[in-house]
Structure formats: C-alpha cells, structure tokens
C-alpha cells in the first residue's frame, strides 16, 4: 500500500484495509500473538510496516515475534517521512496509534482481542506492547 500523508484518520483507515486484506484468510488457531515490525526503509524517505503472527508470547522476552507463523513479507504498509518531518520515534508513535486502531476497527477484532498480546516495534529494537491479555 503507497502511503498518502500522516493524517491519523486516513491511515488509520488505510491500515485497517491493509491489515485486513492480509489477514483475509482469518488468524491461524495456533496463533498466540501479533507484532507489527517497523523498518526503516534504506532505499526510500519511507518507514514501512510488516505484519507477523506467533504462536509463541513471552512478555519478559521479545524474541517471540521472531517465531513468525504468518508474515505479510514484502506486502508492507508505508509510513512518509515526509522529507524528514518524520522521524523514528515519530513513526513509532504513529504506528501505535495505527494499531490501537486496528484492535478496535478490525473486521478480525474479536479473534484479535482473545490474542495474549499485540505489539510494534523497530526489528532490532524494544517491542511496545499495545495490548495483553493476561487471562490467557
């Protein structure tokens, strides 16, 4: 999905699509948690946005999202730099925003919200949990 400004509205929507459109097929049944991976694009002004689904959470650990069952691979959200007004923290804080979004508009939010955790972050960074379900 080409990216269309930062307008949290707009993207959210567009995320949601994203998301949805690749998780068509419904969350495996051994699924246990989802991250969305942020990249700093190398060869673009773009951070991008890749989804994974686990069958394995450790809440003290983050290496459970590298255990990928489902990966959207090169089917990548892109978040604008915007000629630099974007920086990294920035489009963590907006990929946040834009996950927390999904949890509650997603087509899949009840199997989402039975998950023992949801997360984004950076691939060689901290995991920002944005949701956990400690009853599972």
Do not use: H
Request: include cysteine.
């Amino acid at each position: 999905m080409t990216p269309e400004g930062n307008g949290a509205g707009d993207d959210a929507s567009k995320f949601t699509a994203w998301a949805d459109a690749a998780l068509k097929d419904g969350l495996p049944p051994e699924t246990v948690a989802l991250c969305f991976n942020l990249y700093e694009e190398a060869d673009s002004d773009d951070f991008s946005v890749q989804l994974i689904l686990s069958d394995r959470y450790d809440p003290d650990c983050d290496d459970w999202a590298t255990e990928e069952i489902f990966t959207t691979g090169e089917n990548l959200y892109y978040i604008p730099r915007n000629n630099d007004e974007v920086d990294w923290d920035e489009a963590l804080e907006l990929a946040i925003r834009l996950a927390e979004s999904y949890l509650e508009k997603s087509s899949l939010s009840f199997q989402l919200n039975k998950l023992r955790a949801v997360a984004v972050g950076f691939v060689d960074g901290v995991l920002e949990k944005v949701y956990e379900n400690d009853a599972n």
